[in-house]
């Protein structure tokens, strides 16, 4: 299964901003498809964290890669709808990289309309899975498409959740945000907002590199 540029931004971008938070010490994954975002997080962190992925091929793939890396030990996967998943963990930190295209046209597909289309599990759904499972003292955060920040922004606010965070992602210097980044708490303060854009005269520029130096071999 494809890894997307985005999504690894994303996990190091995250990792960035909780690495050294002190009292993270379990969080939870919400489809989390082959398990990239939790291993990047693994990576920058001594939590244990629970992913959880609906689609059986994904759900696999996420555990053998589980299996197959350094941090083990600290990663668990389970192949459930989080619409119906029940535990009575709660978890410091809640973060998803979820269903992108609600309302757009689908796939035929039926796979990868789970993996894109937000017919599984819908924004406001999302929100109130996250607030379900996270502590009133944790953090929830996601990649979504630019354009639904606003209504994202609302559902958690909503829910009491208030939004710290935010990175707004370009393509080029050429290109309006197409991704945005968000990290919420229960603190109400002024969000900190800044924008990353991935490449700059045609090279990636100084802050993707920054940020993803650690996992790309490449840098």
């Not at 030990?73 to 963990?89: A, G, H, K, Y």
């Not at 689908?106 to 289309?117: F, I, K, T």
């Not at 955060?141 to 639904?148: A, E, F, K, T, V």
């Amino acid at each position: 299964m494809k890894v997307c540029t985005d999504a690894c931004l994303y996990g190091a971008w995250l990792a960035s901003q909780i690495q050294d938070q002190k009292g993270i010490s379990n969080c939870l994954d919400i489809g989390t498809g082959t398990g990239l975002l939790s291993l990047i997080l693994a990576q920058k962190t001594a939590a244990k964290i629970d992913g959880i992925e609906l689609e059986p091929a994904a759900a696999q793939q996420a555990k053998e890669n589980f299996a197959a890396s350094p941090f083990a030990n600290r990663l668990t996967l389970v192949q459930s709808d989080i619409n119906q998943w029940q535990t009575e963990q709660r978890y410091q930190l809640v973060f998803s990289n979820p269903p992108f295209y609600e309302h757009d046209l689908a796939s035929p597909d039926a796979n990868r309309n789970l993996a894109l289309h937000s017919s599984a599990l819908t924004l406001e759904a999302l929100f109130q899975a996250m607030h379900r499972l996270v502590e009133s003292s944790g953090q929830i955060s996601m990649i979504l498409p630019y354009h639904r920040r606003e209504a994202a922004i609302n559902y958690a606010l909503a829910l009491g959740w208030h939004l710290n965070e935010e990175a707004s992602i370009y393509q080029t210097e050429k290109h309006k945000a197409f991704r945005s980044f968000l990290l919420f708490s229960q603190t109400a303060k002024t969000p900190f907002a800044h924008e990353i854009i991935i490449k700059q005269n045609g090279v990636y520029s100084e802050a993707f590199t920054a940020l993803l130096k650690d996992y790309y071999l490449a840098f």
